[in-house]
């Protein structure tokens, strides 16, 4: 339990406006959220949380992340809401895209 976390904050990577409707680059970011919360729960204690920021527009509104992330940890992740994002509640985040705002959802381990 040394390496375990009681929260993972991830901050789902956005790409430039230009690639965002590309449907290769839509699925890279599909495989890129299946194999977070796969390698996440690894790192997760038990009843830990795991918050993503995920962009709320098309076509990652489409994203079924709910599904995918218990789907990607065999049922072990459970949904327990989403809100917006707020980074007054993390003084060390720095915004990097500015075109858009995310939504903050999180999962806690069963």
């Not at 299946?34 to 489409?62: D, M, W």
């Not at 065999?74 to 720095?94: A, K, Q, T, V």
């Amino acid at each position: 339990d040394n390496w375990r976390f009681d929260r993972i904050i991830w901050n789902f990577p956005e790409p430039p406006k230009k690639y965002r409707t590309k449907a290769s680059n839509f699925n890279a970011h599909k495989h890129l959220l299946q194999n977070f919360f796969k390698c996440a729960i690894q790192l997760l204690k038990t009843s830990g949380e795991i918050h993503v920021t995920l962009p709320r527009s098309e076509p990652y509104a489409s994203l079924n992340f709910i599904d995918m992330a218990s789907n990607s940890s065999n049922g072990i992740l459970e949904y327990h809401g989403s809100s917006e994002f707020d980074p007054r509640r993390f003084p060390e985040y720095s915004y990097m895209s500015l075109d858009r705002k995310g939504m903050d959802s999180f999962f806690i381990r069963k």
